[in-house]
């Protein structure tokens, strides 16, 4: 991620708002929020590869279901937070991920800016796509509607 690029793009839109970017409670704006877009957009630079490849072998095909995993993410058209709690439920076929990587995995895909409807699907475009499908089943994501959103 280019944190200069950020800086220098916070500090032009502070300066067309019409504020001074040299103003002692904005001088350090620009770098707090490229931090913060940093950890905000952190999925771009992640893939669900690396949280869905470890499996364990189970002998009960009972299915699996993880709910309220809380996700924050980001709207792409105006930039501000929406959140809500993703439910994953698969049947294991032999083979479990841990509890933990299914969050991670929501994790990854939430920490990119987007429209809400493509966060509930990208998982599900992804365990098709990936190798990881050969050794997970395809799991059955849902994802419910936000809580709260700002826009
Ligand atoms: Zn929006």
Sequence with gaps: MDKK?????VKLILEGIGENPDREGLLDTPD???????????????TAEEPLSKTFHVKDNAMVLEKDITF????EHHFMPFYGKAHIAYI????VVGLSKLARTVEVYAKRPQIQEQLTFMPVVFSCRSNCVHRLPMPSWTISLPRERLC
Excluded: N
């Design 92 to 95: 294991p076929d032999g083979k």
């Design 5 to 9: 690029k950020i800086q220098e793009g």
């Design 32 to 46: 707090r929020i490229a931090r913060m877009y940093e950890e905000i957009f952190g999925g771009l630079t992640q």
């Design 72 to 75: 924050y993410s980001t709207c």
